[in-house]
């Protein structure tokens, strides 16, 4: 079993539409937890960074992270075409080492 | 804006060739590392340098992958022989200085196909 399992998609939503990413864990020693978004044919950008339980907001994306249930949520509301990439969770121990998800990939249609 | 530099961007080569794979971080970046992406899946780390030293290569397949970065500021993955397995995206990152709250900034990839 992954240490980190992610939905690969993928997932198509029309412009404006909220879109909603997750992810689980396994590893409760994890307390560090990110999201990457990778453009085709580049490499993964760091979007948000959270540590501990609860939401991070950053403009139009709202990082979740619920320590209890190992879960990790990523919303992006009113969705752009310039949106359209793979998402990464990633996580990590006190050891620095990030534990990726498969990544999902979506697409917003115009 | 500053950014890490890999090349080639693409390499295909036939199994049991040797291929070598070449990265140059951040400048003032002490931390390198190398990941493996196979398409449908998320980086695997395969090697971690602090400066020259490496630090973690627990995931790097030492029979055929080795890696250096011999004055602490560029690297080269080399692969020899190469295996149809190997084929895959190659990506460097690099953080300041390799602790937990720092970002890993990532090179654009070497996509190596091997036929």
């Known amino acids: 079993q992954k240490e980190v399992e992610q939905d690969p998609g993928p997932l198509s939503v029309p412009e404006g539409a909220i879109v909603s990413l997750n992810c689980t864990y396994s590893?409760?020693?994890?307390?560090?937890f990110m999201w990457y978004r990778q453009y085709s044919r580049k490499g993964p950008e760091l979007l948000m960074y959270?540590?501990?339980?609860g939401n991070k907001e950053d403009g139009r994306f709202t990082a979740q992270v619920d320590k209890s249930s190992k879960y990790i949520s990523l919303f992006i509301r009113d969705s752009q075409p310039s949106d359209s990439a793979t998402y990464l969770c990633?996580?990590?121990?006190?050891?620095?080492?990030?534990?990726f998800g498969a990544g999902t990939t979506v697409t917003v249609r115009a | 804006e500053a950014e890490v530099a890999q090349s080639p961007r693409y390499k295909i080569t036939e199994k049991s060739q040797a291929v070598a794979f070449w990265c140059d971080p951040i400048?003032?970046?002490?931390?390198l590392y190398w990941y493996r992406q196979i398409l449908g899946q998320g980086p695997e780390l395969l090697v971690q340098?602090?400066?020259?030293?490496?630090?973690?290569d627990s995931q790097l397949p030492k029979d055929r992958f080795s890696a250096e970065r011999l004055k602490g500021v560029d690297s080269t993955l080399k692969i020899q022989p190469a295996e149809l397995g190997d084929s895959a995206m190659y990506l460097c990152?690099?953080?300041?200085?390799?602790?937990?709250?720092?970002?890993?900034?990532f090179g654009p990839g070497t996509r190596l196909l091997v036929l």
């Open positions: 590893n409760s020693a994890f307390q560090y």
């Open positions: 990152a690099s953080s300041l200085r390799g602790t937990l709250q720092e970002t890993q900034y």
């Open positions: 990633a996580t990590t121990s006190n050891d620095y080492k990030l534990s």
């Open positions: 959270t540590y501990s339980s």
């Open positions: 340098f602090q400066d020259e030293s490496v630090v973690d």
């Open positions: 400048s003032g970046h002490a931390t």
